[in-house]
């Protein structure tokens, strides 16, 4: 059966799966940094791109390959390019994509090496760029310059769960011809798919939700059209910041569970933004599953679910969280998110670190903000896990 005519959960276990010799259930791993030629004529087609044979593992792996195409399913792309890190695939994008001299407008509240990267070290190279807030359209609208290449979307955003509308980013970057780039990390493929909404380019952190247990670092960069994945495929090659066989085997076991995972850490992040919006230490809460959420109903529109992420800001402030964060015994206080394990931290001093004071408060990120990404612990541990850490702030 045709693996893109399945259903999302059935894609989930069976898309880019191998039927080789040996009938493996499971995709086996190709452990190899090198493939045999059957001659040299065969070798030369290889090259060519004459044959789709395969010639060394940066260039291309059977395990790699299915991982790629099992995402580009899910997310409904031309094909995929799997790459070490989430931080690989930001670093293709740009170098494929922008050029000296080039213009990108950004999320303000991004992921902040995403930005810092480009702030530090593309800058260098003649690179310029721009962060707004997206979530208003007029925003992006002042932003754009004649040189600007690309629309760089990043919803909900890092951390400040802000929803862009990817519609009426599509629309605008259709009439200015640049690309939309969309980091899909935060909701992944199961509750949105940014090409039904127009974009380009759709990138993750597989370290997040489609891994899912904190035990691999990778990323993935799929295209909608196969000119900009031939683009993304040679500049990944070129850079070499290609996925280990042993990495894909990984994320593919991972990724099986994506649905049932996230299903049950946003049905516990619904009952935990709730209680949080009702508790008097509270200042604010943000979490797009709230009718208080100023996207809300765009979320409704845009999204099949909310996810697992929530942001709040103690009364007490930055010293209050970090109170909070020191005294939490459940959940660990670490980077990341989208594990099965509950996470917090605090992003002006953690992820957040490398964007300036004054960039961090135009794009929401106060110095108190905490972010707590839910995991699939029964949700009363969880809540009695902050009650009592809330009892000593």
């Known amino acids: 059966m045709d693996s893109k005519k399945l259903r999302f959960n059935s894609k989930l276990i069976h898309g880019g799966m191998i039927h080789d010799g040996f009938k493996s259930v499971n995709v086996p791993i190709y452990q190899t940094s090198t493939f045999a030629f059957e001659s040299a004529e065969d070798g030369e087609k290889c090259f060519l791109g004459e044959s789709s044979g395969y010639i060394y593992t940066r260039l291309g792996n059977p395990t790699i390959k299915a991982l790629e195409e099992n995402i580009a399913a899910l997310e409904g792309g031309y094909g995929a390019i799997a790459v070490a890190s989430g931080m690989g695939a930001v670093n293709t994008i740009y170098m494929a994509l922008l050029e000296k001299g080039a213009h990108m407008v950004g999320t303000a509240a991004v992921y902040g090496p995403s930005r810092g990267v480009m702030e530090d070290h593309w800058s260098r ?105 031939k683009k993304l495929k040679s500049m990944m090659s070129a850079l070499g910041c290609n996925m280990d066989p042993h990495q ?80 939490v015994k459940l959940a660990t206080l670490a980077v990341s998110l989208g594990g099965v394990e509950t996470l917090i931290e605090h992003p002006a001093s953690m992820t957040h670190s490398k964007v300036s004071k004054e960039s961090k408060l135009k794009a929401g990120i106060t110095e108190g903000l905490v972010r707590y990404a839910v995991g699939i612990e029964n949700v009363e541990d969880l809540i009695e896990d902050l009650e009592q850490g809330l009892a000593k702030c």
């Open 125 to 229: 190279f003649g690179v310029e760029s721009t962060w707004v807030d997206t979530t208003n359209i007029d925003n992006i609208k002042k932003a754009i310059k004649p040189n600007t290449k690309i629309l760089y979307i990043e919803s909900p955003a890092n951390p400040t769960l802000d929803i862009s509308d990817l519609a009426a980013c599509s629309k605008i970057a259709k009439e200015h011809n640049l690309l939309l780039v969309v980091d899909n990390t935060f909701s992944s493929p199961y509750l949105q798919r940014p090409f039904e909404y127009g974009a380009d380019v759709v990138f993750h952190s597989m370290t997040k939700f489609i891994n899912g247990h904190a035990d691999i670092v990778a990323g993935i960069v799929v295209a909608k059209n196969e000119a900009l994945y």
């Open 248 to 327: 894909a085997f990984m994320v593919m076991r991972g990724v099986k569970t994506l649905s049932i995972r996230v299903e049950r850490a946003q049905e516990n992040a619904m009952k935990i933004a709730q209680w949080l919006e009702k508790h008097p230490k509270i200042e604010w809460v943000k979490y797009p599953g709230l009718k208080s959420h100023p996207q809300h109903e765009l979320a409704k529109k845009q999204m099949d679910g909310f996810g697992a992420m929530i942001s709040f800001e103690l009364k007490g402030g930055f010293e209050a969280g970090k109170t909070l964060m020191n005294n």
